[in-house]
């Protein structure tokens, strides 16, 4: 009988906060370098200049949220936070749910597939191909640490 090998591919996805948002990364304990317990919060910034520019959204806090809903995506902080503060499962449910759609959406080939397994901290994808050899791909959600070239993951 014959080993499966399976590759491990672990891709760092930095996450960019949505015009009329703003990341803050709230360190934990040891001072200036991250620890694992970190938060996100999310801040919703003045769009009005944006609105009155280009016309092409609404101000989050500037605007009842009945007629922001009927114009609008909602916010990140409705979608993907618990209070002030990024979820991970939440986002990497959504990542998830992305992954998933995206299958459906793309073409694929008899000879391969596509499986989006299940986790509460990232996005995982196993792909097989004709001959059951697999590769597994963790998609690791990031944000980037002010100008630095320095990413904290959101695991």
């Not at 906060?17 to 919060?41: A, D, I, K, W, Y």
């Not at 609008?72 to 993907?80: F, G, I, N, P, R």
């Not at 499962?89 to 080939?109: G, P």
């Not at 499986?115 to 597994?136: D, I, Y």
């Amino acid at each position: 009988m014959l080993m499966e090998k399976t590759f491990v591919y672990r891709l760092l996805v930095p996450l960019k906060p949505p015009p009329g948002h703003s990341f803050h990364l709230e360190l934990g304990t040891e001072g200036e370098m991250p620890v694992r317990n970190s938060r996100l919060r999310v801040e919703l910034e003045c769009m009005c200049i944006r609105e009155r520019k280009l016309g092409d959204m609404l101000c989050f806090i500037h605007h009842p949220e009945d007629e922001l809903m009927g114009c609008q995506e909602a916010s990140l902080l409705q979608t993907l936070c618990t209070g002030s503060y990024l979820d991970v499962q939440k986002t990497a449910f959504w990542l998830q749910e992305l992954m998933t759609a995206s299958s459906v959406a793309v073409l694929q080939s008899a000879a391969s597939k596509r499986t989006v397994l299940p986790s509460s901290r990232f996005c995982k994808l196993k792909m097989t191909n004709a001959f059951e050899a697999s590769l597994s791909i963790e998609l690791i959600l990031a944000v980037q640490q002010g100008d630095s070239d320095t990413f904290v993951t959101m695991e």
